[in-house]
């Protein structure tokens, strides 16, 4: 499958990391969908919640998909990073869905893991301006 992380910035989910079969997908970084648009990613941004499904057929959806290579998935995961109730990132996967929903409670766990890592990154930048 893929995976990609998403920073969410001035209403953009912007690429940040993306890898398809284990290899980074090239120019990822530049890949914005604009959270004013309906896709997926505005309504994780705005309910807070995971997506767990076929992915909608929306312009945006379709515009990420090309940058992905232009395969539909089956199933999409969709996991929101919270910090102090806003979305801060969405982490991305796709595959089989056996495979998403037998790995959700580690998907999970990993998304708590990395939201307490940016806040460690957030507090010593905030050290080191002291």
């Known amino acids: 499958g893929r995976s990609a992380l998403f920073l969410i ?4 989910a912007s690429g ?6 284990g290899r980074p997908m090239a120019d990822f970084a530049q890949l914005r969908i604009p959270l004013s648009e309906p896709s ?3 309504t994780v ?3 807070r919640s995971w997506h767990l499904g ?3 057929r929306t312009p945006f959806n379709s515009q990420f998909l090309q940058e992905l290579g232009g395969e539909v998935p089956a199933t999409v995961l969709l996991m929101p990073l919270l ?8 982490l991305y996967v796709d595959g089989p869905a056996s495979a998403l929903q037998d790995h ?3 998907l999970q766990k990993l998304t708590a893991k990395m939201v307490m ?3 460690v990154l957030i507090l010593k930048n905030k050290i080191a301006m002291l």
């Open 9 to 12: 910035r001035q209403q953009n």
């Open 16 to 21: 940040w990391r993306g890898s398809a079969g």
């Open 83 to 90: 910090m102090m109730g806003r979305v801060i990132a969405i």
């Open 40 to 42: 997926v990613f505005k």
């Open 45 to 47: 941004t705005e309910t």
């Open 104 to 106: 959700l409670h580690a």
């Open 117 to 119: 890592a940016f806040e």
């Open 54 to 56: 076929p992915l909608p």
